[in-house]
């Protein structure tokens, strides 16, 4: 795809980064204080910790954009270059079922945010599907115009979106009352606990940082542009995350807080009155549709790599005369739709929030792999690396190595059991195309 593309039509570095960061920031990060306030103020110290994880895994990826700048698909390219086809699969398998689950939860959040504005939309289950699948679909069209026009629609939404996070975050710090802050440690476990948890929790608002290592190929100077926007962006949301966190904590009390279904407009509320909430609850609903948008984009482009190398059904491959592999992306939007319904079907509903908890672990199996996959492509490339740089390349791998495996403890034994599950699910289709491949 890279080739047909000119570079002026291929994303830059602030399309790039708005990619990170608006795939990174969704409506849920809108509800994150709530979920911290049980724990305390000790939450900060996840937050801390899952930002060091984050820059690691930035620093992961960045290295391996300039290794490999032409890599589509980015985490399964990378790990099918240093740990062979099946892995790669395995990683883009688990990828992709997460996408489109992922973007049925964000869709439903779109709706629900909505609801502010349009109250049938909480009482009517044929008004929120309606008005979900329109979404969906608009941004599908989208998508299919070119690269180009999806990474200035993400630009303008992420722009959009991080407005009023960026007044409450910064506004909230002239209105702290230090007495909110405590208890430290208000989740009646060990610190230890409580850290592994936030952290945890926390890092679930940094998945997608490799976004931009993903339509490599329609990416402008990519050595040098993924490398900047991966880790810019990741920066620029870790500053915003915080600097909110500290500010929703010093202005309501962790009692209130913890059962708060909008802390960053009831935050607003007491900084410039009712009003607020308005505007408040239309970045939620901003945030969804630019995150929807972003994926969206990643949904076409995961499938079009594998099927480039033979790894999945040839129709994936195909692209339209933007170099858009609009089958991908067309596909993956029908599942997201089913998906999506399922929400607002009743009987189904459950079985909607559990794909959602099974796909959890297959986001983080990909930087579990890449990290491994780091060592050993430098390996290969041992040449673009003096031999006292190595120190450094195995600190940084063991570290962001263990870090995965941190999170992924952490997510819990049910998310872990059902996502080894669903990863091991793809084998019978890999052997499938291993055999037609070899027919």
């Not at 110290?45 to 290295?63: C, E, H, P, Q, R």
């Not at 589509?72 to 390219?77: F, T």
């Not at 500010?247 to 410039?272: E, K, N, R």
């Not at 079907?345 to 996959?373: E, M, W």
Request: aromatic fraction near 14%; include cysteine; charge should be positive.
């Amino acid at each position: 795809m890279s080739g047909q593309l000119s570079q002026k039509n291929k994303l830059g570095l602030w399309t790039s980064t708005s990619l990170v960061m608006g795939n990174m920031i969704g409506a849920g990060v809108f509800l994150m204080p709530t979920t911290l306030a049980a724990y305390g103020s000790i939450s900060l110290i996840g937050w801390v910790f899952a930002t060091l994880g984050a820059f690691l895994l930035a620093k992961i990826f960045s290295n391996l954009s300039k290794l490999m700048p032409q890599a589509d698909g980015g985490p399964y390219a990378y790990c099918r270059q240093g740990l062979g086809d099946f892995a790669g699969f395995l990683v883009a398998w688990g990828y992709w079922i997460s996408i489109w689950c992922t973007n049925a939860a964000i869709a439903v959040s779109m709706v629900s945010a909505l609801s502010t504005f349009f109250p049938v939309l909480a009482t009517s289950s044929f008004a929120a599907v309606l008005t979900g699948l329109s979404a969906i679909w608009l941004l599908t069209w989208i998508n299919t115009l070119g690269i180009v026009t999806s990474g200035i629609v993400q630009l303008i939404t992420t722009a959009l979106k991080i407005i009023p996070l960026l007044l409450v975050a910064i506004g909230g710090l002239f209105f702290l009352k230090l007495k909110y802050f405590l208890p430290f440690n208000a989740s009646g476990t060990s610190a230890f606990t409580a850290i592994t948890a936030t952290t945890t929790f926390t890092f679930f608002a940094f998945l997608g940082l490799e976004s931009a290592t993903i339509p490599s190929g329609s990416v402008a100077n990519p050595e040098k542009t993924i490398p900047r926007a991966t880790l810019l962006g990741t920066g620029l949301a870790a500053i915003i995350y915080i600097l909110s966190t500290v500010s929703i904590m010093g202005m309501i009390p962790s009692s209130q807080l913890s059962h708060s279904l909008t802390p960053f407009a009831d935050a607003a509320v007491l900084m410039w009155g009712n009003g607020a909430r308005y505007w408040v609850s239309a970045g939620v609903a901003i945030a969804a549709f630019g995150a929807l948008n972003g994926w969206i984009l990643i949904q076409g482009q995961i499938p079009y790599a594998i099927s480039k190398d033979k790894l999945f059904p040839a129709i994936f491959g195909k692209v339209n005369k933007k170099a858009v592999p609009v089958s991908g992306i067309v596909i993956g939007s029908v599942l997201v739709s089913i998906l999506m319904v399922m929400n607002y079907t009743k009987g189904l509903a459950d079985q909607f929030k559990f794909l959602i908890l099974l796909t959890t672990t297959t986001v983080l199996v990909p930087y579990l792999f890449s990290t491994a996959a780091y060592v050993l492509i430098r390996l290969q490339n041992k040449y673009l690396q003096p031999h006292n740089h190595w120190p450094a390349t195995i600190t940084l791998s063991a570290l962001a190595f263990l870090f995965s495996l941190w999170a992924i403890a952490g997510s819990g034994q049910e998310t872990v059991y059902w996502g080894f599950f669903l990863l091991m699910a793809g084998i019978p289709f890999y052997v499938i195309i291993l055999w037609k491949r070899g027919k």
